[in-house]
């Protein structure tokens, strides 16, 4: 297996390889005092690393992360003290439970938990943190229903559960992603319980003691699914993706009130089916990040610039071999990092970074 990292540049292509024991998954990417850190697992042994890279994007270091016993790390937090991880453990072949793991700057393994719930199954997606606790977004499933409920948790550092809320009805419902919104908790999801289609975009604030603010649904009859959520220009954005408007896939993008109405709806639609995957602010621009069915070749990665009130400026696609997968982006020193996955015909499943001057993104 082959994990590749690409810096991409105006006039420069750069290329590092280096080897690890299988198929990775990219979770997250963060800025180091000496460069940057990816945080990958192996998709088989389950096993999590550190990859260390300096400024140019080269591989310092790769870091196994002992004592993990996770079967899927979905989401990781940087803070003062160290990283923490998030994701579930299996009590049983089809039983999850919430798993966190605490690490220092070194990588040691400082504390780890496995919250199991009495006559029920949990999983963490997401996770935001401050001062004194953590908050997790996933799943919850009493088992006896036969179906999920979207899940919130607040927890303390030394990862015990203060609260938890669930939302859901008589299907499936569950949270992709936590962001902080002022002072309240913004989750984002699918639910299957709720709307009008087979699925339809899930979107719910809740304060800081976990009582509800409010609940939205968005969707029509086919699928809709909320991905992401930012604050931007006094709005609050909620990045999702729809079948239900056009023949593929398509990213949808909402902007909301402080309290919960919706303002208005864009979609995405770049004539053929776009996966999106998050987004970010540079300026007074909205990026929306994601990939590219790119005519019957592969998925490419590409970026969407949007205006203050959410029209499309610009596109970016950057051309790679194979299909690639987006994760996640890092914004530093006027560039933008996207980090994923690349499929590769002979190897298996890469892990990638590209680099882009964010002034490219105007031309």
Known sequence: MRTLLL???????LATSIALPGQER???LFRSEAGFFLVVQEDLSKEVFLILLDEALKVAEIRRMDGVKAERINDAALFEEGLIVVGYSLRGPYHRSVYLCWFNADGKLLRQRTLDF?????WAESLVHERDALYVAGGYNTLTKGWFDALLLRLDRN?????YKTVGGLSDDWFHRVRFVGSNLL???????RGKGKGDMLICMFDRKGRKIFERTFGERDWDKAIDAIE???KIHVLGWTTSYAPYRCGTLLQLSEKGKILNQQLLDLGSDFSPSGMAVVED??????TLWQKETRFDPVILVLDRNGVLRNTKTVPLPNDQSIQGLLLWNEQ???YGESDNPITGKDIYVIALETGSLSK
């Open 232 to 234: 931007f220009d006094g």
């Open 118 to 122: 009495p006559g029920a199954e949990a």
């Open 187 to 193: 989750c984002v999801g699918s639910t299957e319980s």
């Open 26 to 28: 990219a979770i997250a």
């Open 285 to 290: 621009r909205l990026l929306v990040y994601g």
């Open 159 to 163: 990862f015990d559960v203060a609260w």
């Open 7 to 13: 810096l991409f540049l105006p006039l420069t292509l």
């Open 336 to 338: 933008i990092l996207l």
